[in-house]
């Protein structure tokens, strides 16, 4: 995206009010951002969006589910995808002058790029034919706007330099569940289309399930002491919280992956027909993959705090 | 920093992409026009050969409904040198409000007049 939106967390509205106070308003005329550098934010988001929108641009799964699902799954989808790109940018902006409106703008101006990265990519490889009807076409681009959306704000954040004076804002802990439910989306969502959940979710019999429940846990667990490890990030411990321990945000972490493979599996249509001990083994085999993205966009939030207080010092 | 001329115009742009896709999801989802509805329609029969010695009928296959079909299988039948022959042939997907088109083949030039149905399909 062309602009970084503010760090959020706890207490970041009176650090953005400051901000603004701080700032004369003689100079708001004056120091608009550089041509040069609006064309690069938005190249190097566009390539951050197809860095991670790629795999899927080329699943043919997700070509026919952007024909078959009904729209206002597709909304839900699209809708979700967005509230989660505006809490990726909130969380882990390093600029720190964004209103809430701007913040707005900013991920609208990041999702609307996406649809025209996902909409020439599909172009291109010849699935974006009129004779497929507008349904198809506006299916299609809807559904491949979601990953290209979360390259694009990675880009935003990752791979974006710090500005010169920034400061890491501490992540919350629900700030932490919010990025824990993007990476869940996003690993999940590679997945979710194909016949392999289904294979999965159908044969796994109870001692499986367990030992995938265990699995998941101890993989969040093994996440969420990693950051805490002194030398790890500036995840907000301080609260005293449930959350703020890590056996708690494990759970809670798990709990959210569990949430984003069954609001998945919903959307894509793949609970219809099953009985309540296959749909169980779809959500937790699905979960598998929901919590390690979970707990991979954990502890990268980790390394970009990092990389923050570096940028700061 | 305030937002450049470019910003502005990309971020025009992408409000009415977003507003587009959007607004057209919603509609489409509010406005829903039920099942599937398959069409078929035989286009030109009389001109399309095959180049083994057969005969090809072109034809269109159109889902005029609100929901997509999976596996319809389309059957054309005609009475070639006295004797009756069908041929079949199953489309994968098909979305609502999009067609395909298709050749069903037949060992000669039809008699008469082709009749194309629809024997089935699945909800996807």
């Known amino acids: ?313 | 920093m305030k937002r450049n001329w470019l910003e502005w115009l990309i971020l025009l742009a992408s409000t009415g992409l977003v507003i587009g896709v959007v607004g057209y999801l919603l509609v489409s989802g509010l406005t829903s026009r039920g099942p599937a509805a398959i069409r078929t329609e035989v286009i030109n029969a009389g001109a399309a050969d095959s180049p083994d010695g057969g005969w090809l009928v072109p034809l269109i296959v159109r889902n005029q409904g609100g929901t997509a079909a999976g596996a319809i299988v389309v059957e054309a039948t005609a009475m070639v040198d006295g004797t009756e022959e069908a041929s079949q042939l199953t489309v994968d997907l098909l979305a609502a409000d999009s067609e395909v088109e298709l050749a069903l083949g037949f060992s000669g030039p039809p008699d008469g007049d082709v009749e194309v149905r629809v024997v089935g399909y699945e909800t996807p």
Do not use: C
């Open chain 1, 1 to 313: 995206m062309a602009r970084q939106p503010s760090a959020g967390g706890q207490g970041s509205e009176s650090k953005r009010g400051a901000a603004r106070q701080d700032r004369p308003a003689s100079q708001d005329g004056g120091d608009a951002h550089p041509i040069s550098e609006t064309i690069r934010d938005h190249v190097r988001a566009a390539v951050g969006g197809l860095l991670v929108g790629l795999p899927l641009l080329w699943t043919m799964e997700m070509w026919e589910h952007g024909s078959t699902l009904p729209p206002l799954k597709m909304l839900v989808l699209f809708g979700l995808a967005f509230v989660i790109v505006v809490g990726f940018n909130a969380l882990s902006g390093f600029r720190r002058e964004r209103t809430w409106l701007e913040l707005l703008l900013d991920a609208v101006q990041g999702l609307g790029l996406s649809v025209a990265v996902a909409a020439s990519m599909l172009f291109i490889l010849g699935r974006l034919e009129p004779e497929l009807g507008l349904q198809t076409l506006v299916g299609r681009v809807a559904l491949l706007t979601i990953p290209v959306a979360f390259g694009t704000a990675l880009a935003a954040t990752v791979l974006s330099e710090p500005e010169e004076g920034s400061e890491a804002d501490p992540v919350g802990p629900i700030g932490r569940l919010f990025v824990a439910a993007g990476g869940a989306l996003y690993f999940a969502l590679n997945v979710a289309p194909t016949d392999e959940v289904r294979v999965l979710g159908s044969e796994a019999d109870t001692p499986l399930l367990v030992a995938a429940v265990a699995g998941s846990l101890a993989i969040s667990l093994a996440i969420a002491y990693l950051v805490d490890t002194p030398s790890g990030s500036t995840g907000d411990r301080s609260g005293g919280g449930p959350l703020t321990h890590p056996a708690g945000e494990t759970v809670a972490a798990y709990a959210v992956a569990l949430l984003v493979a069954a609001i998945l599996l919903v959307s894509f249509g793949l609970n219809d027909g099953l009985g309540l001990r296959a749909l169980v083994g779809h959500v937790v085999m699905l979960g598998t993959l929901a919590s390690f993205g979970s707990a991979a966009a954990r502890l990268m939030l980790g390394g970009g705090s990092d990389q923050q207080e570096k940028a700061g010092s």
